[in-house]
């Protein structure tokens, strides 16, 4: 594999094996096994010290460069709660459903020799839902927790595309495009994001409020070299409706430094007269020109949604 693809430009990191396949899916029992996946590493970096190695992508690792993890859930307020837990150190393991009523813990590291601190953090595989709509939500609101926590040095969803039986891409198996429920994924990865302080219900349901009137606590993740600074602006359509050309309103302040998330600014607004539910489209507008979008799908009836929390409130 080395010496095929080693001078390739597109090989960015080594993966010799992912989830423990062709270990039985048991390294952190068997020392055989452990010593197996860390031989492949030291064997890897003697033929090529010049890219990042990984030994076991996505679950427990014994010797890698990376420290990366698949988790996937069809809760966003769980996946979220257990993103926080792994980058604050409060666990070190997660769940991960090998089968509809199976589900085990997998540790981020399952040796003495590697360690859980010191190196890049990052998620190597996540996304949910079963419709396109559906994995477009996820793909949207699990983002938007990679993008919160400072520590995560990187993400990769999936997938890009439908492979044979796995229908999870944002595109089908022809490469076309998919409805996605106003969901633009360049937004989603932009260098510029916004993250809102709310625990998200279910797809058309992001926050149940008694009221029209709305006060979200909103965000700046940056990636770009300078600071960033602008203004959020707000435009109402109907639920997963796709942004409008027109930022519209401008609303409060905000300012992000490289890597570093903002303080929340409060945006304020209400629901157009006579609606009962719409998507309320945030926009950052710097030096005239848009950097950010998101959306938040408001309703205003209380009914519980199965299948998740009974309620999204601003956290």
């Known amino acids: ?29 068997d020392p055989a096994k452990q010593r197996a996946a860390a031989r492949a590493y030291e064997l890897l970096k003697e033929l090529d010290p010049t890219r990042p190695a990984v030994d076991n992508s996505g679950w427990t690792h014994v010797r890698t460069d ?37 589900v085990v813990r997998k540790k981020l590291a399952g040796a003495p020799s590697q360690p859980l601190r010191g190196l890049p953090f990052l998620n190597s595989e996540y996304g949910g839902g079963f419709t396109s709509v559906e994995r477009a939500w996820h793909l949207r609101w699990q ?15 999936t997938e890009l595309y439908d492979i044979e039986h796995e229908s999870a891409g944002l595109l089908d198996f022809e490469r076309r495009a998919k409805d996605l429920g106003g969901v633009d994924p360049a937004d989603v990865n932009a260098v510029t994001t916004l993250v809102l302080d709310v625990v998200p219900v279910a797809p058309g349901r992001d926050l149940l409020s008694e009221t029209r009137e709305i006060t979200v606590p909103v965000r700046v993740s940056h990636h770009g070299t300078e600071p960033v600074s602008g203004r959020v ?38 629901l ?35 299948g998740d929390d009974p309620a999204a409130v601003p956290r």
Not at 284 to 303: E, K
């Open 1 to 29: 594999m080395t010496e095929r693809d080693g001078n390739s430009p597109a090989i960015v990191i080594w993966g010799l094996y992912n989830e423990e396949w062709g270990l039985d899916w048991d390294i952190p029992g």
């Open 66 to 102: 990376l420290l990366d993890w698949h988790y996937y859930d069809e809760s966003a307020a769980s996946w979220a709660r257990t993103l926080a837990a792994l980058v604050q150190g409060e666990q070190d393991d997660f769940p991960v459903r090998l089968g509809p009523d199976y």
């Open 143 to 157: 983002t938007q927790e990679l993008r919160r926590h400072e520590r995560v040095a990187g993400y990769v969803y």
């Open 233 to 270: 602006h707000t435009a109402w359509t109907p639920v997963l409706g796709a942004a409008p050309a027109a930022p519209g309103t401008p609303g409060p302040h905000v300012e992000a430094k490289p890597f570093l998330l903002s303080l929340p600014t409060e945006v304020h607004a209400e």
């Open 272 to 306: 157009p007269p006579g609606w009962t539910s719409g998507r309320l489209h945030l926009t950052l507008v710097a030096d005239g020109t848009v950097v950010a979008r998101t959306a938040l799908d408001i309703d205003t009836h209380t009914a519980p949604v199965i």
